[in-house]
């Protein structure tokens, strides 16, 4: 089971005053919709440090392909929109940067919003096609 988000500084802050007030802990748990424990933590900050904030970081590993990253892979897609994700990653590792799988080009991609789409096929106009469109355009 994850982690459960982080509370806002609001809560935080309602959390503290709440406490100052005289509110019991159960009742201020309920009041902003957490669990008893983090109410005694979060006071329990506030009197030792004078400070609420949270110093949890973002979770999860960091991107591979980043900012530079992503402007070169965009660069090399413009270059030529008709290869694959398997041109594109070996073109991609051919240079300065870290190697990356397919998987991770592709997402990459994705997030950008560069995916691949098929062009519309419209039926080819006969003769009889174009001849009874003039006819209507001349009547019109």
Request: aromatic fraction near 2%.
């Amino acid at each position: 089971m994850g982690k459960a988000a982080d509370l806002s500084e609001f809560d935080r802050g309602q959390i503290v005053m709440a406490r100052r007030h005289g509110t019991s802990i159960t009742e201020t748990a309920q009041l902003v919709g957490c669990s008893r424990s983090a109410v005694v933590g979060i006071h329990a900050k506030c009197i030792n440090d004078g400070d609420t904030s949270s110093r949890r970081q973002g979770v999860g590993r960091s991107r591979v392909i980043k900012g530079k990253g992503c402007r070169r892979l965009s660069r090399l897609v413009k270059q030529n929109r008709r290869q694959t994700v398997a041109q594109l990653t070996a073109e991609y590792n051919a240079g300065p940067s870290a190697s990356v799988s397919e998987h991770t080009v592709q997402r990459t991609l994705l997030d950008m919003e560069l995916c691949s789409r098929r062009p519309t096929r419209a039926p080819l106009l006969t003769k009889r096609h174009r001849h009874l469109r003039l006819q209507w355009a001349r009547e019109h």
